[in-house]
Nanobody, 112 residues
Framework: QVQLVESGGGLAQPGGSLRLSCAAS????????MSWARQAPGKGLEWVSG????????NIADSVKGRFTISRDNAKKTVYLQMNSLKPEDTAIYYC?????WGQGTQVTVST
């Protein structure tokens, strides 16, 4: 059974940091590019970042460039999203994705 399980969300203050993790199972993880996306309250899904199957190439949305970094550990079948300099507008549910499959999401709230 293909499964993606996100973790690491929570409450952070503006300017703070969080690291999200997404543990994968049920498929050959190192064959696939992985992505993170988010959905803010009342808004549509926004793509955040992607990483190639072997980690050799990454892409990041302009809205988070310079603050967020995607990485992966193929031995652990896990993809990460390091989020620094968080802003209130980063508040959203964050999802990891492999083509056709989404995790359940993890809530990130940035507030004082």
């Amino acid at each position: 059974q293909v499964q993606l399980v996100e973790s690491g969300g929570g409450l952070a203050q503006p300017g703070g940091s969080l690291r999200l993790s997404c543990a994968a199972s049920g498929f050959t993880f190192n064959n696939y590019s992985m992505s993170w996306a988010r959905q803010a309250p009342g808004k549509g899904l926004e793509w955040v970042s992607g990483i190639y199957s072997d980690g050799s190439d990454t892409n990041i949305a302009d809205s988070v460039k310079g603050r967020f970094t995607i990485s992966r550990d193929n031995a652990k079948k896990t993809v990460y999203l390091q989020m620094n300099s968080l802003k209130p507008e980063d508040t959203a549910i964050y999802y990891c994705n492999v083509p056709g499959i989404w995790g359940q999401g993890t809530q990130v709230t940035v507030s004082t």
